[in-house]
């Protein structure tokens, strides 16, 4: 019998977890990297996460450690669930323990502030390894559902199609598709920037504008990402996938989307201190808005909504009035 494929996930926190069962249940041996000491235990002694998860059992074949380099040794797979922005420090720290043949797998949807990279870029950064060692996972994915297994499908991204295959092969179970993608560039803006647009929905949603206004939201904001995937080589067909249009019909309708909901609370009235009080887990798109606009002025793409959602969570616009603006922009053809 062939030996089980081994997968390290850094980072149990609700997306890091629920993957970490997706690998356990397509049959490989997990071990999850936490900071806290209290959470490992809860993890190996209850087979839960009481912190993230709560009332969901693990499988048998997932424990979890404080020590990286015990989750990494003889690692097939180094999957990272950290927050976008923590990611070069705690990276830093972990890729000297990584073995030559391990797969990076990156399950973060964010911009790294200041430098505008992507997830797989600071990977490639601060690992020096090369793109072909490096994947992404991404789709419509709400890590409450899939810990539930709820039905879903997802994006393996890598552009080495064979390790994509491979990875395809270590987290397909019953009730999770993954499907194989070799355009990561797209695949990784196709996350990232949902989580902005997500939470202009989740505004719009709070000031009560309507279907409507989703509807005109989730597609414009498709067509901003779409034009700043071409402007960094993506495929735009790949936004048409499950890394832009699924990711975002999931978020954007979800009451589970924590982007959703910091936009609905700050469309409703909340300041953003106060919406930031309420907001347990990680919104990435609270600073992705920022490095993702950034992103889009270094290479002259237009992303209006990304702004008008800057302006709103970072320098305090009202929702009313940047909606005023945001209509009133001059008319324009639909596709240019
Ligand atoms: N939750 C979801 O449904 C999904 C999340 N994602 C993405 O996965 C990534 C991780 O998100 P979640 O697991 O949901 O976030 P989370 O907030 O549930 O968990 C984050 C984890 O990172 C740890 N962490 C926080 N700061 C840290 C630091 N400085 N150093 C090391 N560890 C630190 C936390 O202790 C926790 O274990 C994000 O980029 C998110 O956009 C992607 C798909 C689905
Ligand atoms: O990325 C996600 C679903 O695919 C999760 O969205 P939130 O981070 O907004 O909860």
């Known amino acids: 019998m062939s ?7 850094f980072g149990t926190g609700s997306w890091g977890t629920a993957f970490g069962m997706v690998l ?3 049959g490989c041996e997990v071990v999850l990297w936490a900071r806290r000491a209290g959470l490992v235990d809860a993890v190996n002694s209850t087979r839960t996460n009481p912190d993230y998860l709560p009332g969901v059992e693990l499988p ?4 979890a450690t404080t020590d990286p380099a015990e989750a990494a040794r003889d690692a097939d797979f180094a999957v990272l669930a950290v927050p976008s922005q923590t990611l070069r420090g705690n990276l830093a720290e972990w890729a000297p323990l990584l073995a030559p043949g ?7 949807k964010g911009i790294e502030l200041g430098s505008a990279m992507r997830m797989s870029e600071v990977v490639q950064d601060v690992a020096g390894i090369g793109a072909e060692r490096i994947a992404v996972v991404t789709g419509p994915n709400l890590a409450r559902e899939i810990a539930a297994r709820m039905p879903a499908a997802a994006v393996v991204a890598c552009t080495d199609e064979a390790v994509a295959r491979r990875l395809q092969a270590a987290c397909h179970t019953p009730y999770f598709r993954p499907y194989t993608n070799t355009d ?5 803006l196709g996350g990232a920037v949902k989580n902005v647009i997500g939470l202009a929905v989740g505004i719009a949603d709070g000031m009560g504008l309507g279907d409507n206004a989703k509807g005109s939201l989730i597609t414009r ?3 901003e990402t779409t034009r700043l995937g071409a402007a960094l080589g993506a495929d735009p067909l790949t936004f048409s996938g499950l890394a832009g249009l699924g990711d975002l019909v999931a978020t954007c309708s979800s009451p589970l989307s924590r982007n959703h909901t910091f936009g609905t609370n700050l469309g409703k009235g909340m300041t953003l201190e106060e919406t930031i009080a309420v907001t347990r887990q990680t919104a990435e798109g609270v600073k992705s808005c920022e490095s993702v606009l950034d992103l889009a002025r270094r290479h002259g793409v237009d992303m209006p909504i990304t702004e008008t959602v800057v302006d709103i969570v970072h320098e305090g616009k009202p ?17 240019r």
Do not use: I
């Open 60 to 63: 048998r074949n997932l424990r």
């Open 3 to 9: 030996k089980p494929v081994k997968a390290a996930v």
């Open 102 to 108: 391990t797969v990076v797998v990156s399950l973060m």
């Open 319 to 335: 929702p009313v009035v940047a909606l005023k603006e945001l209509m009133s922009r001059s008319a324009k053809p639909e596709r």
């Open 221 to 223: 904001g498709l067509a």
């Open 24 to 26: 356990a249940d397509a």
């Open 184 to 188: 990561v560039v797209g695949c990784e």
